[in-house]
Nanobody, 115 residues
Framework: QVQLVESAGGLVQAGGSLRLSCAAS????????WGWYRQTPGNERELVAT???????NYANSVKGRFIISRDNAKNIVYLQMNSLKPEDTAVYYC?????????WGQGTQVTVSS
């Protein structure tokens, strides 16, 4: 099992930046892919960005060019650097790891972007 602990989100003005982090512990050796997802009330959770164990990244079209996902392998932390934030980026953000036969989720952290 993998335990994921996310950093606190926060309130930021439109155009601003915020960095989220997610620290993993447990069976981290089996992680295939790290990811960030987000969810707003009444909507399904949606993919924001992922990074594989090989370092390949993938982004939702809505965040391409603004968000960057990265990993610190030594510390077992994944980051989501969010730039040029928009009010529509407001959501609860979840860290996620994919392992063979298992998916793990963090507790979620609120990000609010004011206009």
């Amino acid at each position: 099992q993998v335990q994921l602990v996310e950093s606190a989100g926060g309130l930021v003005q439109a155009g601003g930046s915020l960095r989220l982090s997610c620290a993993a512990s447990g069976s981290i050796f089996s992680i295939i892919r790290w990811g960030w997802y987000r969810q707003t009330p009444g909507n399904e959770r949606e993919l924001v960005a992922t990074v594989t164990s090989d370092g390949y990244t993938n982004y939702a079209n809505s965040v391409k060019g603004r968000f960057i996902i990265s990993r610190d392998n030594a510390k077992n932390i994944v980051y989501l650097q969010m730039n040029s934030l928009k009010p529509e980026d407001t959501a609860v953000y979840y860290c996620n790891t994919l392992r063979p036969m298992a998916i793990d989720w963090g507790q979620g952290t609120q990000v609010t972007v004011s206009s």
